[in-house]
């Protein structure tokens, strides 16, 4: 039974499973965080920097637009996670040669190879993901130092109303919005506004999130492309010792 034990744990894909974990973890912060960012985001703009609806309807749109590609981003990897968990407990039992009747086939080679080119190319975009979920960071990181420097005792010295905060030259609405722009007792109203703060927060946590799922990508990359490595080997290996 003890044998029986070590050789179990011996088979399991250790590097697939902590993958999976961080994966699961990222995504979830990421989505999860994202999409309640990207609605505070929305009440913000509404209440502080764009009080005509026509002014920021396309901002609303992309931002439903992007909660949808959420829920379809939290679906996908859940399934893909589960799949290269799988495969990695395939390769690895092959690769460890746990089952002395174990061949490799064509199609078993395929298929890991397969996987390693698409974990490639969600890295590769999971990359792109992460430098993008900075953007809201920054924007919100400039908004709170303005919000720091507005409570510093020197604001008191001179005129608060020459604090301001304009999101129209990021191009999230265009320049003819209404008002555009937050300052002097406005500002003070969305500095010290709960919602600004939890979108901030959560924007940092999901960003955090995407990079968890780069670590967790680069991990399947590595754990994929050894056991495919190994399986080619081994087929050659077969082919040379065939008579």
């Keep these: 039974c003890f044998e029986c034990c070590i050789k179990c744990l011996g088979g399991v894909p250790y590097a697939s499973l902590v993958a999976t974990i961080l ?33 920021h309807a396309m ?3 992309v931002i439903q637009l992007m909660q949808y590609i959420i829920y379809g981003i939290a679906s996908f990897f859940f399934l893909y996670g589960i799949i290269l968990l799988a495969e990695g407990f ?8 746990l089952h002395s009747e174990f061949k490799t086939t064509i199609c ?27 953007v809201p960071v920054f924007l919100f990181y400039n908004m709170w130092s303005t919000c720091n420097a507005m409570k510093s005792p020197m604001a008191n010295i001179t005129n608060i109303d020459s604090f301001c905060v304009d999101v129209r030259q990021y191009g999230i609405i265009p320049w003819n919005a209404t008002p555009g722009k937050a300052c002097g007792s406005t500002l003070g109203n969305l500095c010290a506004s709960n919602e600004f703060y939890l979108s901030y927060h959560l924007y940092i946590v999901a960003c955090a999130g995407a990079g968890a799922t780069v670590i967790a990508l680069l991990i399947y990359m590595m754990a994929t492309t050894y056991n495919f490595a190994v399986l080619k080997f081994k087929s050659r290996e077969d082919c040379c010792t065939k008579f």
């Design 23 to 55: 994966c699961f973890s990222g995504v979830a912060l990421f989505c999860g965080c994202g999409h309640v960012a990207l609605t505070g985001t929305v009440s913000i703009l509404e209440t502080y920097f764009s009080k005509v609806t026509t002014d």
């Design 59 to 61: 901002l609303t749109d």
């Design 90 to 97: 395939y390769t690895t039992s092959a690769v460890k040669e």
């Design 108 to 134: 078993g080679r395929c298929i890991s190879g397969m996987f390693v080119f698409l974990t490639y190319i969600l890295g590769v975009a999971w990359l792109g993901v992460f430098g993008f979920s900075a």
